[in-house]
């Protein structure tokens, strides 16, 4: 996994004012904090609001229009450490238009989190009851 400083350093971003994407190694997506809501439901999925400029938001189009529904990434959010995730969609982009600011464009990314089961929680079934009964 890509250190923070890493992309602290190569993106020219404060991380402690950033959600970071992260797509394998070298696919990185770096976005301002103030421009991000994020809502959790229940049911483990996530939607995250973005309020962007336009050259923002061609930014983000294109670093999640190569995913595929159901494929795994990672953000961190502020130094608080990666957290896996599944692609789930962005919404349309709509427009907000304002006299008071300049204009922005809104999109949500739909995400699920990822259930990340350590490796030390299973152990090999010692019995023939069920392979269930020794997940700890």
């Given at each position: ?8 350093r190569?993106?020219d971003?404060?991380l402690?004012d950033s959600v ?14 103030s421009?991000v809501?994020?809502?959790q ?18 930014e983000l ?7 595929q ?10 130094q608080t ?8 969609g ?9 006299p ?5 464009f809104?999109?949500?990314l739909?995400?699920q989190?990822a259930i990340?089961?350590?490796d ?17």
């Open positions: 996994m890509t250190s923070l400083s890493d992309v602290a190569d993106n971003v404060n402690e970071v994407f992260i797509k394998d190694n070298d696919d990185i997506l770096s976005v301002d904090i421009s809501g994020i809502k439901r229940a049911d483990d999925t996530m939607g995250v609001r973005f309020s962007l400029s336009p050259k923002q938001t061609k189009e294109n670093f999640f229009k190569k995913f529904n159901g494929e795994k990434f990672y953000f961190n959010i502020s450490g990666y957290r896996p995730v599944y692609y789930r962005l919404s349309p982009i709509t427009k907000e238009v304002s008071e600011y300049d204009s922005k809104n999109v949500t739909f995400m989190k990340v089961v350590p030390d929680s299973y152990f090999e079934p010692s019995c023939e009851c069920c392979e269930f009964c020794h997940i700890g």
